[in-house]
Nanobody, 121 residues
Framework: QVQLVESGGGLVQAGGSLRLSCAASGRTFSTYDMGWFRQAPGKERELVARIAPNGANTGYAGSLKGRFTISRDDAKNLVYLQMNSLKPEDTGIYYC??????????????WGQGTQVTVSS
């Protein structure tokens, strides 16, 4: 069983930065595919970024690459999302996800409770 707890959300002005953290429990964390998703008001949840086990490779939603960076620290069971040059359209609830195979699966193994990010114009 893996539990995911996000932190680091908040209110920021457009152009600002935030770093989200996801703390994971469980001894097999390093073997999990991890990702960040977000859900804006009235919209479906969408993938923001993902990182393979041991950080072997990463992937981003096309429009976010260059502004957002995902990373992981397996020694601390943490996954980060560094968000720069934030825009009002980045506002939403950001969720951490983990899966034994891929966070792109239709039914991901584990989700965090989410952290709110609000970007003011």
């Amino acid at each position: 069983q893996v539990q995911l707890v996000e932190s680091g959300g908040g209110l920021v002005q457009a152009g600002g930065s935030l770093r989200l953290s996801c703390a994971a429990s469980g001894r097999t964390f390093s073997t999990y595919d991890m990702g960040w998703f977000r859900q804006a008001p009235g919209k479906e949840r969408e993938l923001v970024a993902r990182i393979a086990p041991n950080g072997a490779n990463t992937g981003y939603a096309g429009s976010l690459k260059g502004r957002f960076t995902i990373s992981r620290d397996d020694a601390k069971n943490l996954v980060y999302l560094q968000m720069n040059s934030l825009k009002p359209e980045d506002t939403g609830i950001y969720y951490c996800a983990g899966d034994r195979w891929s966070v792109l699966r239709s039914r991901v193994d584990y989700w965090g409770q989410g952290t709110q990010v609000t970007v003011s114009s």
